[in-house]
């Protein structure tokens, strides 16, 4: 069964400092990476994809994917008290599969 | 630009009542729409998702199903609620030229089957 591990958290980030959330995913064939953030009682929203090895930066976001040890990871550069929410790293299987999702809470 | 929405809101019903949740997209023409759920504290499960009017796959056999009758809206249906229906029904939608997978979802319908 294919499956999207992430640590389930909560990570604790003092502010202003970088959060680093991981993600693996139990198959090869993968092509697709997606980093969607979700605050509390609210929908996921978009805020990384990523399709190739390497970093791929967007503001404070960055993304890291490493194919042949199948991970995803996010960096969250000088966190902020609204950064705080549940990210979901998500792979694409010929349909998009969740990991259940790391709560980061930033500390002032 | 495009937006989703899903109504109602937050809905509670009784165990064995009909149910019917509905999503339209503006802003793009024949989009792939999906449906969602995700149960309470854990990640999100694809229920079905459609390529086009009247075209609906289904991910997880269960008592619910799901309709296209217009290009930009998508139903989600029961005839029979269950206890184990309750959580938060997502409809996404992706844009087909580009990658299918780069979805976007709406505010979602957080349903409580009591």
């Known amino acids: 069964q294919k499956e999207v591990e992430q640590n389930s958290g909560p990570l604790s980030v003092p502010e202003g400092a970088i959060a680093s959330l991981n993600c693996t995913y139990s198959?090869?064939?993968?092509?697709?990476f997606f980093w969607y953030r979700q605050y509390s009682g609210k929908s996921p929203e978009l805020i990384m994809f990523i399709y190739s090895n390497g970093d791929k930066e967007d503001g404070r976001f960055t993304a890291q994917l490493n194919k042949a040890s199948q991970y995803v990871s996010l960096l969250i550069r000088d966190s902020q008290p609204s950064d705080s929410a549940t990210y979901l790293c998500a792979v694409e299987w010929g349909k998009l599969q969740f990991g259940a999702g790391t709560q980061v809470v930033v500390t002032p | 630009s495009q937006t989703i929405h899903q109504w109602p809101a937050t809905l509670v019903q009784p165990v064995g009542s009909p149910l019917s949740l509905e999503c339209t997209v503006e802003g793009t023409s024949n989009p792939n729409l999906y449906w969602y759920r995700q149960a309470a504290g854990r990640g999100l499960q694809l229920l079905f998702y459609?390529?086009?009017?009247?075209?609906i796959s289904s991910e997880v056999p269960q008592n619910l199903s799901a309709s296209r009758p217009q290009d930009r809206q998508f139903i989600l249906s029961s005839k029979k609620l269950l206890l184990s229906d309750s959580g938060f029904y997502l409809c996404?939608?992706?844009?087909?030229?580009?990658?299918?997978?780069?979805?976007?979802f709406g505010p979602g319908t957080r349903l409580t089957v009591t």
């Open positions: 198959d090869r064939g993968s092509q697709s």
């Open positions: 459609s390529v086009g009017i009247g075209q």
């Open positions: 996404a939608w992706s844009v087909p030229r580009r990658s299918s997978y780069e979805q976007y």
